[in-house]
T-cell receptor, first 114, second 114 residues
Framework: DTGVSQDPRHKITKRGQNVTFRCDPI?????LYWYRQTLGQGPEFLTY????????KSRLLSDRFSAERPKGSFSTLEIQRTEQGDSAMYLC????????????FGAGTRLSVL | AQSVTQLGSHVSVSEGALVLLRCNYS??????LFWYVQYPNQGLQLLLK??????LVKGINGFEAEFKKSETSFHLTKPSAHMSDAAEYFC????????????FGGGTRVLVKP
């Protein structure tokens, strides 16, 4: 059990550029979540997958955001045409079936949009 | 809709003193409740969880929390603070087995004075 892995750990980009983050969940965890955490705040839910199906999306997930989990294993989160307001820590979590919603978090990807 | 309120964004305690972090929640169904700890530039680590079993829950690092339905509270305590307890603590709620996303409070940053 190697834990939830996120890549990259840090990303600096210019406004208007596209960025993509990757999350590798704990092996055999069929549920995967994305959260966003801004400075001084608690994490906010963005989206949730069960296997490859995206079952819920927050209103926070604007049209510029897209998430995929094509084979039910790793997931990617893409932000198009980044804005300064997108600067945040993006956290990924995974959870096995029947775990009573216990979620295990990765170390996050910190995005800075200049 | 579910929500979490953490009273006090910052708490300062002396080493060896009691740590008390307050969390109140609202949920339309029986909740699952969690406390997570976050160290600088790291993801969230699960401290403890309430999932409808015993109302007094013991977690890692000497922390415990008590679920009080009548007060809609889930306060976190530790009898004797250690310097290593300096971190940010988040309370989170999930709406029972049917819900999946976690809703977090704003966090409480703990400072431990020698």
């Amino acid at each position: 059990d190697t834990g939830v892995s996120q890549d990259p750990r840090h990303k600096i980009t210019k406004r208007g550029q596209n960025v993509t983050f990757r999350c590798d969940p704990i092996s055999e965890h069929n549920r995967l979540y994305w959260y966003r955490q801004t400075l001084g705040q608690g994490p906010e839910f963005l989206t949730y997958f069960q296997n490859e199906a995206q079952l819920e999306k927050s209103r926070l997930l604007s049209d510029r955001f897209s998430a995929e989990r094509p084979k039910g294993s790793f997931s990617t989160l893409e932000i198009q045409r980044t804005e300064q307001g997108d600067s945040a820590m993006y956290l990924c979590a995974s959870s096995p079936t029947g775990s009573k919603n216990i979620q295990y978090f990765g170390a996050g990807t910190r995005l800075s949009v200049l | 809709a579910q929500s979490v309120t953490q009273l006090g964004s910052h708490v300062s305690v002396s080493e060896g003193a009691l740590v008390l972090l307050r969390c109140n929640y609202s949920s339309s169904v029986p909740p699952y409740l969690f406390w997570y700890v976050q160290y600088p530039n790291q993801g969230l680590q699960l401290l403890l969880k309430y999932t409808s079993a015993a109302t007094l829950v013991k977690g890692i690092n000497g922390f415990e929390a008590e679920f009080k339905k009548s007060e809609t509270s889930f306060h976190l305590t530790k009898p004797s603070a250690h310097m290593s307890d300096a971190a940010e603590y988040f309370c989170a709620v999930s709406e029972g087995a049917a819900g999946n996303k976690l809703t977090f409070g704003g966090g409480t940053r703990v400072l431990v004075k020698p």
